[in-house]
């Protein structure tokens, strides 16, 4: 037994089961802060319908967030093959001062 088990009297116990039913998220929830910014979402061009499968959707709508930070969008914004012009506006909007979950820039 470690010392940090040693401090309490029972166990835990995470009991992870399947997903039985998934139900999708209405249009308006999906990639909900990259829809935040209408001028960059249309400049992405990504038809509403691939909306919650496009690759570059999800990374465009954590970068907007907040979730990555200006170093990391540049490292990967040519793998995803953005744009200078797509670049530019989602490093300008985070610069912005959305809230940023990331520890280190």
Not at 69 to 97: C, M, P, R, Y
């Amino acid at each position: 037994m470690t010392k940090e088990q040693k401090k309490y009297r029972r166990t835990n116990v995470i009991v992870i089961i399947p997903i039985v039913t998934f139900y999708e998220a209405e249009d308006y929830h999906k990639k909900f802060q990259l829809r935040q910014h209408q001028k960059l979402f249309k400049r992405v061009k990504i038809d509403r319908k691939d909306l919650i499968k496009s690759h570059v959707a999800v990374k465009a709508n954590a970068y907007v967030s907040g979730f990555v930070s200006v170093n990391q969008i540049e490292k990967e914004a040519k793998e995803l093959d953005l744009t200078e012009d797509h670049k530019s506006e989602i490093i300008k909007i985070v610069k912005a001062g959305m809230i940023r979950h990331f520890v280190n820039d």
